[in-house]
């Protein structure tokens, strides 16, 4: 019961200021005071609109978007997303375009666990429905999931990976944005010695911390700097009495959402100043470009205090994946047994997040793979965001994606469409 209170006192914060929008936007847009021409009620039914959105969506998950699509036959067909595997802290999901012939690019998203939704990968899902069969791991809030489903940490979430791979079969390619990088790396490698024949085709890894001491950046300064007792006592919460999870310790997505507006608190303070006179203005709508980012962007999910506090300790402080050290259920991981699967690392030149360096260091790793089937591009320009969902992503990075997945498929794919929008 220690941290129950905290959680629920993070929560009241939030639904206040949502409340104190919601009753700002009321009261300055009552009939009447339309008679009295003060820019000072424009404003406070302005900065209300703002207020409340901005505290709503922070508990609310995203929707896909995502319901038709334009085929090459000219026709809009219906997307349906369809669930293949269900697991209790996240399941494998399928695209299906209806009415569409199976494409042989049969391609595996993995979506980060940290701290945001996979919807963050709205955009890279578009995008490649063009020319691929995809499927997205869409993890659960962890402040939804019952004490008695126990446990989940890093161990747990890469035999995740090992049991979805299992499912679509070899045929698959593989690509993991971010946080996941090492343990889907880890999960091929794993699969390389239990199950060879389950291994996917290719692996694509974006931006993710292979090795984060190749290259510093404020994220791995922040892992060197705490201990993980430091991070327990700081981090860590129940969740309170609101939720299924009550009970659970997670890392709460709110605090996650904190110290990640904190590293540009001027540059979001600046974007909400600047929204306000927008609706002042009536230049603000639904799906302008603040809103379609920060419906996203403020979108947070818990994490399993057990995930949070074992990737720390686990990938960054004692970089059992870097050095080849990852032990999954009693079995110790080498990645060199990966010898048929094809690698690509892409980087951005610019990423904050996961500094260029950190994610080639796979490719060194890969000792049992040939020269030809490693990959490695680095995007020109490109923060964190961009190489996975951003013009980075869709005009660069996407085309050289698609073509590695051909050439290493083992079959002819019909041609990309490299033109594609997200």
């Known amino acids: 019961m220690r941290y129950m209170a905290t959680y629920d ?15 700002a936007l009321s009261f300055a847009s009552y009939p009447i005071f339309s008679m009295v021409p003060n820019p000072a009620l424009q404003w406070m039914a302005s900065w209300g609109e703002v207020t409340e959105r901005t505290y709503q969506r922070m508990v609310v998950k995203p929707d896909w978007g995502i319901r038709t699509f334009v085929c090459p036959d000219g026709k809009d067909h219906l997307v349906n997303i369809e669930t293949v595997v269900e697991k209790p802290f996240g399941d494998l999901i399928h695209f299906n375009v209806v009415g569409r012939k199976p494409n042989p690019r049969r391609v595996l998203l993995v979506a980060p666990m940290s701290g945001h939704y996979a919807t963050l990968l709205r955009s890279t899902v578009k995008s490649l429905l063009v020319d691929c069969e995809v499927y997205v791991t869409d993890w659960h809030n962890a402040r939804d999931i019952p004490v008695s489903e126990g446990k989940f940490d890093v161990e747990d979430y890469t035999l995740y990976l090992v049991d979805f791979m299992r499912e679509l079969g070899p045929d698959t390619h593989v690509i993991a944005v971010c946080q996941p990088a090492p343990l889907t790396l880890a999960a091929t490698a794993y699969l390389a010695e239990q199950d060879p024949k389950a291994q996917p085709r290719t692996l694509t890894l974006i931006g993710g911390p292979i090795d984060p001491d190749a290259a510093a950046t404020d994220v791995t300064d922040f892992g060197r700097r705490v201990t993980m007792g430091q991070l327990e006592e700081m981090m860590i919460q129940r969740v309170g009495f609101k939720y299924k999870g ?21 540059r979001h303070a600046k974007a909400f100043r600047d929204q306000i006179m927008r609706v002042m203005q009536g230049e603000a ?19 399993t205090a057990e995930f949070y506090l074992s990737t720390v300790e ?21 990645i060199g047994k990966i010898t048929t699967v094809a690698v690509k690392t892409v980087e951005g030149e610019k990423d904050d997040i996961s500094a ?28 964190h ?17 698609l073509d590695f997945i051909d050439a290493n498929a083992g079959k002819k794919a019909k041609p990309a469409n490299k033109n594609a929008a997200a």
């Open 246 to 266: 009550v009970g659970r310790m997670v890392y709460p997505g709110l605090l996650q959402l904190a110290s990640f507006m904190s590293m540009n608190a001027e």
């Open 385 to 401: 965001y961009g190489i996975f969902a951003g013009s980075s992503w869709r005009n660069n990075i996407r085309p050289l994606v």
């Open 356 to 383: 260029p360096g950190q994610c080639v260091a796979a490719l060194d790793l890969c000792t049992g793979l040939p020269a030809e089937k490693k990959a490695h591009h680095v995007e020109p320009g490109a923060g």
């Open 285 to 303: 709508g639904d799906h302008d470009p603040h809103n379609r980012f920060y419906d996203e962007y403020l979108a947070v999910m818990d994490m």
């Open 314 to 334: 686990r990938i960054f402080k004692n970089r059992e994946i870097a050095k080849n050290e990852f032990v999954v259920d009693g079995h110790k991981v080498d």
């Open 9 to 23: 006192l993070m929560e009241t914060f939030r639904n206040t200021n949502q409340w104190l929008g919601a009753s």
